[in-house]
Protein backbone atom coordinates (compact mmCIF):
# COMPACT_ATOMS: atom_id res chain seq x y z
CA UNK A 1 0.00 0.00 0.00
CA UNK A 2 1.12 3.47 -0.78
CA UNK A 3 -0.11 6.24 1.77
CA UNK A 4 -1.16 9.56 0.03
CA UNK A 5 -0.98 13.10 1.08
CA UNK A 6 -1.82 16.42 -0.82
CA UNK A 7 -1.66 19.99 0.01
CA UNK A 8 -3.38 22.99 -1.29
CA UNK A 9 -2.02 26.24 -0.37
CA UNK A 10 -2.92 29.55 -1.44
CA UNK A 11 -1.00 32.94 -0.44
CA UNK A 12 -2.72 35.99 0.32
CA UNK A 13 -0.77 38.19 -2.01
CA UNK A 14 2.30 38.16 -4.00
CA UNK A 15 4.69 39.70 -2.07
CA UNK A 16 4.54 36.51 -0.21
CA UNK A 17 5.90 34.44 -3.06
CA UNK A 18 9.48 34.89 -2.55
CA UNK A 19 9.72 33.53 0.93
CA UNK A 20 6.92 30.52 -0.39
CA UNK A 21 9.51 29.82 -3.45
CA UNK A 22 12.68 29.94 -1.00
CA UNK A 23 10.45 27.67 1.22
CA UNK A 24 9.78 25.24 -1.27
CA UNK A 25 12.96 24.53 -2.29
CA UNK A 26 14.26 24.07 0.89
CA UNK A 27 11.40 21.30 1.67
CA UNK A 28 11.63 19.84 -2.17
CA UNK A 29 15.49 19.30 -1.09
CA UNK A 30 14.05 17.47 2.04
CA UNK A 31 11.37 15.32 0.40
CA UNK A 32 13.63 14.12 -1.84
CA UNK A 33 16.49 12.58 0.80
CA UNK A 34 13.06 11.59 3.48
CA UNK A 35 13.37 7.84 4.21
CA UNK A 36 9.92 6.25 2.94
CA UNK A 37 9.66 9.29 -0.08
CA UNK A 38 8.17 7.13 -3.12
CA UNK A 39 7.16 9.90 -5.24
CA UNK A 40 5.91 13.44 -5.38
CA UNK A 41 4.22 16.24 -7.55
CA UNK A 42 3.69 19.97 -7.56
CA UNK A 43 1.21 22.18 -9.24
CA UNK A 44 1.27 25.48 -9.65
CA UNK A 45 -2.75 26.58 -9.86
CA UNK A 46 -4.46 30.18 -10.37
CA UNK A 47 -4.22 32.88 -8.31
CA UNK A 48 -1.22 31.99 -6.42
CA UNK A 49 -2.19 28.72 -5.40
CA UNK A 50 -0.05 25.86 -5.22
CA UNK A 51 -0.44 21.48 -4.73
CA UNK A 52 1.37 19.43 -3.66
CA UNK A 53 1.23 15.26 -3.64
CA UNK A 54 3.58 13.07 -2.33
CA UNK A 55 3.67 8.91 -2.03
CA UNK A 56 4.85 6.78 0.68
CA UNK A 57 5.37 3.65 2.20
CA UNK A 58 3.85 4.62 5.04
CA UNK A 59 1.92 7.51 7.22
CA UNK A 60 5.05 7.30 10.15
CA UNK A 61 7.13 8.65 7.02
CA UNK A 62 5.58 11.25 5.98
CA UNK A 63 4.99 12.20 9.94
CA UNK A 64 8.95 12.37 10.63
CA UNK A 65 8.74 14.68 7.15
CA UNK A 66 6.66 17.09 8.20
CA UNK A 67 7.88 16.97 11.62
CA UNK A 68 11.52 18.11 10.75
CA UNK A 69 13.44 20.13 8.71
CA UNK A 70 12.81 22.61 6.36
CA UNK A 71 9.04 21.50 6.38
CA UNK A 72 8.73 22.27 9.86
CA UNK A 73 10.64 25.71 9.77
CA UNK A 74 8.21 26.65 6.78
CA UNK A 75 5.12 25.87 8.51
CA UNK A 76 4.58 29.43 11.06
CA UNK A 77 5.18 31.30 7.84
CA UNK A 78 2.43 29.94 6.06
CA UNK A 79 0.01 30.47 9.12
CA UNK A 80 0.64 33.79 8.11
CA UNK A 81 1.05 33.91 4.47
CA UNK A 82 -1.89 32.12 3.57
CA UNK A 83 -5.37 32.62 3.67
CA UNK A 84 -6.36 28.89 2.13
CA UNK A 85 -5.03 25.83 2.95
CA UNK A 86 -6.02 22.44 3.28
CA UNK A 87 -4.60 18.46 3.15
CA UNK A 88 -6.21 15.37 2.52
CA UNK A 89 -4.72 11.80 3.06
CA UNK A 90 -5.65 8.42 2.08
CA UNK A 91 -4.06 4.93 1.23
CA UNK A 92 -3.65 3.10 -2.21
CA UNK A 93 -2.95 0.15 -3.76
CA UNK A 94 0.76 -0.19 -4.94
CA UNK A 95 -0.19 -0.10 -8.73
CA UNK A 96 1.65 1.86 -11.06
CA UNK A 97 -0.57 4.47 -12.90
CA UNK A 98 -0.57 5.84 -16.40
CA UNK A 99 1.63 8.87 -14.99
CA UNK A 100 4.65 5.94 -14.09
CA UNK A 101 4.47 6.42 -10.55
CA UNK A 102 2.14 5.65 -8.09
CA UNK A 103 0.45 9.40 -7.82
CA UNK A 104 -3.11 9.26 -9.19
CA UNK A 105 -4.48 11.87 -11.28
CA UNK A 106 -4.84 15.37 -9.72
CA UNK A 107 -8.58 15.43 -10.61
CA UNK A 108 -8.20 12.74 -8.24
CA UNK A 109 -6.86 14.75 -5.41
CA UNK A 110 -9.00 17.49 -6.55
CA UNK A 111 -12.25 15.14 -5.57
CA UNK A 112 -10.49 13.60 -2.36
CA UNK A 113 -9.57 16.98 -0.99
CA UNK A 114 -13.28 18.32 -1.08
CA UNK A 115 -14.92 15.13 0.28
CA UNK A 116 -12.41 14.18 2.58
CA UNK A 117 -9.73 17.30 3.29
CA UNK A 118 -10.27 19.50 6.12
CA UNK A 119 -8.44 22.98 6.38
CA UNK A 120 -5.36 23.71 7.92
CA UNK A 121 -5.13 26.57 10.54
CA UNK A 122 -4.30 30.01 8.77
CA UNK A 123 -4.47 33.92 10.44
CA UNK A 124 -6.49 35.09 7.52
CA UNK A 125 -8.62 32.62 6.09
CA UNK A 126 -10.81 33.58 3.15
CA UNK A 127 -14.52 33.11 2.77
CA UNK A 128 -13.70 29.96 1.29
CA UNK A 129 -11.38 28.46 3.11
CA UNK A 130 -13.12 26.64 5.67
CA UNK A 131 -15.83 25.48 3.23
CA UNK A 132 -13.11 24.85 0.45
CA UNK A 133 -15.42 26.34 -2.53
CA UNK A 134 -12.42 26.58 -4.57
CA UNK A 135 -12.66 26.49 -8.40
CA UNK A 136 -11.43 23.47 -10.08
CA UNK A 137 -7.66 23.70 -10.25
CA UNK A 138 -5.65 24.04 -13.32
CA UNK A 139 -3.98 20.97 -14.49
CA UNK A 140 -1.31 22.20 -16.90
CA UNK A 141 1.30 23.30 -14.97
CA UNK A 142 2.18 20.11 -12.58
CA UNK A 143 5.87 19.25 -12.39
CA UNK A 144 7.68 15.67 -10.60
CA UNK A 145 9.80 15.47 -7.49
CA UNK A 146 11.49 12.43 -7.93
CA UNK A 147 13.76 10.93 -4.94
CA UNK A 148 17.13 11.19 -5.10
CA UNK A 149 19.15 8.57 -6.24
CA UNK A 150 20.32 6.57 -3.84
CA UNK A 151 24.18 7.64 -2.23
CA UNK A 152 23.78 10.98 -3.96
CA UNK A 153 23.02 14.54 -1.71
CA UNK A 154 22.45 17.84 -2.79
CA UNK A 155 24.25 20.44 -1.12
CA UNK A 156 22.30 22.31 1.76
CA UNK A 157 21.61 25.22 0.54
CA UNK A 158 20.62 28.21 3.24
Not at 23 to 30: G, K, L, S
Request: glycine share 6%; with cysteine; proline share 7%.
Amino acid sequence: MTFISVTRLRLRAIRFLPGFAMHAIRTRNQVRQATGFKAGALLQDHDWTFWTMTAWTDEASMRRYVMGGAHRSAMPSLVRWCDEASVVHWTQADTVLTSGSNLPPWEDADRRMRADGHPSNVRHPSPRHLTMTYRPPRLTRSGPIRAAAAGSEEPARH
